[in-house]
């Protein structure tokens, strides 16, 4: 998984706030400690709050929380929340006349969406707190 890329960010976020969920963490904390921009960071914990699994709050004390227990936050649930996919979605094929074409691409997007779908079972199978080891929920940073 790229360092850089939303799904990162947020599970990176979210496993550090498993290890101390009741304290609020501001984007500008976030944002550094991800080595990334507070924009970058709102954007993307904004999906997380519009799924229902972190909450915001504004002003000189405000931040941002888990909604709920990390235990009850799996993988799949942050991977849909942000909208990834592996496959293409079909406005991003052009239209051809080819028929070998056609049928190509209706071949091979049945088997990327049996691959998502596999991936997210397989992401719904893993909590945020299993993917924390002991020394990493001691870490709150």
Same mark, same amino acid.
């Given at each position: 998984?790229?360092?850089?890329?939303?799904?990162?960010?947020?599970?990176?976020?979210?496993?550090?706030?498993?290890?101390?969920?009741?304290?609020v963490r501001t984007s500008a904390?976030?944002?550094?400690?991800?080595?990334?921009?507070? =924009?970058?960071?709102?954007?993307?914990?904004?999906?997380l709050r519009e799924a229902g !699994? !972190?909450?915001?709050?504004?002003?000189?004390?405000?931040?941002?929380? *888990?909604?709920?227990?990390?235990?009850? %936050?799996?993988?799949?649930? =942050?991977?849909?929340? *942000? +909208? @990834?996919?592996? %496959?293409?979605? @079909? @406005?991003?094929?052009?239209?051809?006349?080819?028929? =070998?074409?056609?049928?190509?691409?209706?071949?091979?997007?049945? =088997?990327? /969406?049996d691959i998502e779908q596999s *991936? %997210?079972?397989?992401? /719904?199978?893993?909590?945020?707190? @299993?993917?924390?080891?002991? $020394?990493? $929920?001691? +870490?709150?940073?």
């Amino acid at each position: 998984m790229k360092r850089n890329s939303r799904l990162s960010l947020a599970l990176h976020t979210l496993s550090h706030m498993a290890g101390d969920p009741e304290r609020v963490r501001t984007s500008a904390d976030i944002a550094e400690h991800a080595g990334t921009n507070p =924009v970058v960071v709102r954007r993307v914990l904004g999906r997380l709050r519009e799924a229902g !699994l !972190l909450t915001s709050e504004k002003g000189h004390a405000g931040g941002w929380r *888990l909604a709920k227990d990390p235990d009850g %936050i799996t993988l799949a649930d =942050v991977y849909v929340a *942000l +909208d @990834e996919s592996l %496959i293409a979605s @079909e @406005e991003e094929a052009h239209a051809s006349e080819c028929s =070998v074409e056609h049928a190509l691409h209706r071949r091979v997007a049945g =088997v990327m /969406r049996d691959i998502e779908q596999s *991936l %997210i079972d397989r992401l /719904r199978a893993m909590t945020i707190t @299993e993917i924390c080891s002991p $020394k990493d $929920k001691a +870490d709150t940073a």
